[in-house]
């Protein structure tokens, strides 16, 4: 979650008030959603992220397997179609605009594993439950 929260900020700060540090604007946005829709969108799942982890917190989440086999599988699936968005870009398909965003792909990679996480969450946890 703080990898992501630091690219939402840093994707602002270069939006508003560009920093020498950081990769320009340009480099975090790939423009495949309005600069408007992108950050309220990951807003969004910011906040989702911090709902469950202070679910996990605080007890609140009962470990279940068929939550975390459905995290599992598109956690995968959109873990592997990235890192194959990743490859491709830095190779045969960097011609192509899309294939070109990499810092944005990064962090794609980077919310794939956040539920892959979850995913392990409740399917090692439900096992050492002993849960059906």
């Given at each position: 979650?703080?990898?992501?929260?630091?690219?939402?900020?840093?994707?602002?700060?270069?939006?508003?008030?560009?920093?020498?540090?950081?990769?320009?604007?340009?480099?975090?946005?790939?423009?495949?959603?309005?600069?408007?829709?992108?950050?309220?969108?990951?807003?969004?799942?910011?906040?989702?992220?911090?709902?469950?982890?202070?679910?996990?917190?605080?007890?609140?989440?009962?470990?279940?397997?068929?939550?975390?086999?459905?995290?599992?599988?598109?956690?995968?699936?959109?873990?592997?179609?990235?890192?194959?968005?990743?490859?491709?870009?830095?190779?045969?398909?960097?011609?192509?605009?899309?294939?070109q965003a990499l810092l944005p792909t990064v962090f794609h990679l980077?919310?794939?594993?956040?539920?892959?996480?979850l995913a392990d969450f409740h399917l090692r946890f439900h096992a050492?439950?002993?849960?059906?």
């Open positions: 979650m703080a990898a992501f929260l630091f690219r939402v900020g840093a994707q602002a700060a270069q939006a508003w008030h560009p920093v020498a540090w950081l990769p320009p604007f340009e480099n975090w946005h790939s423009a495949t959603l309005p600069y408007g829709v992108l950050l309220a969108s990951q807003i969004a799942i910011l906040a989702m992220q911090l709902f469950v982890l202070a679910g996990m917190l605080a007890g609140g989440h009962r470990p279940r397997r068929s939550i975390g086999t459905v995290l599992l599988v598109l956690g995968a699936a959109y873990f592997a179609f990235m890192l194959f968005r990743l490859v491709g870009g830095l190779t045969v398909l960097q011609h192509l605009p899309w294939f980077v919310l794939a594993a956040f539920l892959l996480v050492r439950a002993g849960g059906a």
